[in-house]
């Protein structure tokens, strides 16, 4: 057997070798990147929720009667009442979550937090998260991460809120920006 037919009989297999391992890894890093990391608090109650975990309002407003007696009349109403919309978009539940296990755990408080998106007990992060799942076709949640208000710590509920009628759907109609968030945040506001 030559030389040349010895040094070809170990380079192919080595070649092959080589090829396979490099395709493998490329595979393994192209799925890794294709997979997006698992949503955090409050995103987990929308995406681990199934279709009857979601109320009827009705249920809602057993608990909380004045808060649905004014909700009708809040520009976020017509959008949620659309019988058109898949259950985790529409009603109570669409800004909130699937209220099912947010009534299976009424007996013990420290778990009711747990299963509901109560906007005044999360972080501003978690808050501006919820509301990006309806509100990302206007300002997308990478595109909010990088604005003054993200950066901080300011969510979209420190300014808006659902729970008002519609001629005062921002807070800061009410009550006007504290002056350290004034010049931190926005020109509109210096």
């Not at 057997?1 to 490329?26: D, E, K, N, W």
């Not at 995103?43 to 249920?59: G, H, I, K, M, P």
């Not at 809120?161 to 001629?167: I, L, M, N």
Request: proline share 7%; hydrophobic share 35%.
């Amino acid at each position: 057997m030559s030389q040349r037919s010895t040094r070809a009989g170990v380079f192919l297999p080595a070649l092959i070798l080589v090829t396979s391992t490099v395709c493998l890894l490329g595979a393994a890093v192209w799925v890794e990147a294709d997979r997006k990391p698992p949503p955090r608090f409050p995103l987990t109650l929308f995406a681990l929720a199934r279709s009857e975990d979601y109320l009827d309002d009705e249920v809602c407003a057993g608990c909380h009667p004045s808060i649905a007696a004014e909700f009708p009349r809040t520009y976020h109403a017509a959008h949620v009442r659309d019988t058109k919309l898949p259950a985790e978009k529409r009603g109570c539940q669409a800004c909130h979550g699937p209220g099912q296990n947010h009534i299976s755990n009424l007996e013990d408080p420290a778990k009711i937090g747990q299963h509901i998106v109560r906007y005044g007990k999360i972080k501003p992060a978690e808050a501006s998260a919820a509301c990006m799942r309806c509100h990302e076709t206007v300002m997308h949640s990478a595109r909010w991460a990088r604005t003054a208000h993200a950066r901080n710590g300011v969510g979209c509920t420190d300014c808006h809120t659902v729970h008002h009628v519609r001629r005062s759907s921002l807070v800061a109609e009410e009550k006007p920006a504290s002056a350290d968030l004034r010049g931190a945040l926005s020109p509109m506001y210096s």
